[in-house]
């Protein structure tokens, strides 16, 4: 097996590798607290109630370069009132040499699962930095959402068709 490897690399048949990270970036980070300093007094008086929003964005950079994006939003209330608002855009640019059948899953599962513990750090980093006890994400099921987004496509499409 070596020697195969140093025969295609000697006749310069290098194969790429089929999945390489090149960066991560947050894109865009906003913290908002509107309802300061009287909301801190509220919490302490009443569970807060959070809900958590994650999407997955993909754009194509070049032939096998791709950015993909993961969309974190989390918004915290106290009854009515916002405790705080945090969105977080973070990219990552790979390269994905794989089969085209394989492509769309790597980019909106694999690549998102490879993101995903460092916006949940940031997240939780930056809700503690706002005085918030920091916002553990639980681990986000990427292939689960991928299976629903494929299944409302042929959805809509089928009701297209009727």
């Known amino acids: 097996m070596a020697d195969q490897n140093e025969q295609a690399t000697e006749a310069g048949e290098q194969e790429a590798a089929p999945f390489l990270i090149h960066g991560q970036y947050i894109k865009d980070l906003s913290?908002?607290?509107?309802?300061?300093?009287?909301?801190?007094?509220?919490m302490m008086q009443n569970q807060p109630d959070v809900s958590v929003?994650?999407?997955?964005?993909?754009?194509?950079?070049?032939?096998?370069?791709?950015?993909?994006?993961?969309?974190i939003r989390a918004d915290c209330k106290v009854g009515e009132d916002v405790a705080f608002i945090c969105e977080l855009a973070?990219?990552?640019?790979?390269?994905?040499n794989v089969p085209?059948?394989?492509?769309?899953?790597?980019?909106?599962?694999?690549?998102?699962?490879?993101?995903?513990?460092?916006?949940?750090?940031?997240?939780?980093?930056?809700?503690?930095?706002?005085?918030?006890?920091?916002?553990?994400?639980?681990?986000?099921?990427?292939?689960?959402?991928?299976?629903?987004?494929?299944e409302a496509l042929q959805n809509q499409a089928e009701?297209?068709?009727?």
């Open 53 to 71: 929003n994650v999407d997955v964005d993909a754009a194509k950079l070049s032939e096998t370069q791709f950015e993909v994006t993961l969309k």
């Open 100 to 150: 085209a059948e394989h492509l769309e899953p790597m980019l909106l599962i694999e690549c998102p699962r490879m993101l995903f513990p460092f916006a949940r750090n940031i997240v939780a980093s930056t809700t503690r930095d706002g005085s918030f006890p920091p916002m553990m994400l639980n681990p986000v099921d990427f292939a689960s959402m991928y299976r629903a987004r494929m």
């Open 90 to 96: 973070y990219g990552g640019i790979f390269e994905l």
């Open 159 to 162: 009701a297209g068709q009727a």
């Open 31 to 42: 913290f908002e607290v509107p309802n300061a300093p009287g909301i801190f007094g509220k």
